[in-house]
Structures are given as structure tokens and as C-alpha cells.
């Protein structure tokens, strides 16, 4: 069965970086577009940034300049880099996949777990 799971998470200090990575696994036809979602404490889960197979990418503007969504199409891999980060980047982080599994044939959205990302003053 086709898995999300994603990595790098942590606790950091305001002005920090860190790389979150999500992999998907299993038998996967093709990967239309990868995303990454966060859901701060006490509201609700919001796009960060979105990039189709092909490359193009799109940012939520409170992360513009300062994020960078990425992807390894070999390793169906999606990356995020974060860099200079604020205490309102506080959230958990979620990766989805708009994918199409080889077996089933129909194209179909998948989460991961989260992963938390803490940015202290």
C-alpha cells in the first residue's frame, strides 16, 4: 500500500532552519503533485507550498522567501526547506500526495502523519 511518512521535524530556536522530508512508498504509477500543509496549535491546517511533477512550485505568502519546496522525482521524494524561522511557523507539519497507485489505477490523495516543528522566541 502506498505510504507518506515524513522526517525532520524538531525544536528550534527563531532564526534557525530546518528540512523536512517526506517519502512515498509502495507501488505508485505517478506522482502528480506533492504538498505540505501545517495546522498551528489551535487553528486550522493551511497550505504551505505545493509543487507539480513537472517542477512548477507555489508558496503560501507568509513563508515566501524564506521556504523552498523541492522534489526527487527518482526517490518520490518531496522536500522542504525552511530557513529563518519564526515562532508563527510553530505547527505540525503535513505532507499529501495527489498520486496514482499502480494496482488501483485511480488517482487518489494521501497524508502523512505530521511531523512537529517547534520555533521558540
Known amino acids: 500500500q502506498v505510504q507518506l511518512v515524513e522526517s525532520g521535524g524538531g525544536l528550534v530556536q527563531a532564526g534557525g532552519s530546518l528540512r523536512l522530508s517526506c517519502a512515498a512508498s509502495?507501488?505508485?504509477?505517478?506522482?502528480?503533485?506533492m504538498r505540505w500543509y501545517r495546522q498551528p496549535p489551535g487553528d486550522k491546517r493551511e497550505l504551505v507550498a505545493a509543487i507539480i511533477s513537472g517542477g512548477s512550485t507555489n508558496y503560501a505568502d507568509s513563508v515566501k522567501g524564506r521556504f523552498t519546496i523541492s522534489r526527487d522525482n527518482a526517490k518520490n521524494t518531496v522536500y522542504l526547506q525552511m530557513n529563518s524561522l519564526k515562532p508563527d511557523d510553530t505547527a505540525v507539519y503535513y505532507c499529501?500526495?495527489?498520486?496514482?497507485?499502480?494496482?488501483?489505477?485511480?488517482?487518489?490523495?494521501?497524508w502523512g502523519q505530521g511531523t512537529q516543528v517547534t520555533v521558540s522566541s
Open positions: 499529501n500526495a495527489y498520486l496514482r497507485p499502480l494496482e488501483v489505477g485511480r488517482w487518489t490523495d494521501y
Open positions: 509502495g507501488s505508485i504509477f505517478s506522482i502528480g503533485v
